[in-house]
């Protein structure tokens, strides 16, 4: 399974940016769908995750401004990120998870697959 994440860009602080991450088989099931993200010199950081039923969780950096959402008939998850800020900068990764989740600490081990990133950047 490949996913392929888009949407980034070149923004002004206050902007908007709609991510997309789909994957090339839609006959694929994942549990859960998330989007990490890291910045120059920085460790990747997870920002938001969504479950199947659409259970979503969010960083405390991006709560209130970001929004995670999935078509599950599409195999695709979305970021729709709104005031952004330039410490928003940073590649955007896709990821998703197949396997049963045991554990409610989500690390990157919890996911399978990971997108190639794409750059945000956010300038003032």
């Known amino acids: 399974v490949q996913l392929q994440a888009s949407g980034g860009g070149l923004v002004q602080a206050g902007g908007s940016l709609r991510l997309s991450c789909a994957a090339s088989r839609s006959s694929d099931r994942f549990n859960l769908m998330g989007w990490y993200r890291q910045a120059p010199g920085k460790q990747r950081e997870l920002v938001a995750t969504?479950?199947?039923?659409?259970?979503?969780n969010y960083s405390d950096s991006v709560k209130g401004r970001f929004t995670i959402s999935r078509d599950n008939a599409k195999n695709t998850v979305y970021l729709q990120m709104n005031s952004l800020r330039p410490e928003d900068t940073a590649l955007y990764y896709c990821a998703s998870n197949t396997t049963p989740i045991t554990s409610p600490n989500i690390t990157r081990n919890t996911f399978d697959y990971w997108g190639q990133g794409t750059l945000v950047t956010v300038f003032s």
């Open positions: 969504i479950s199947e039923g659409g259970n979503m």
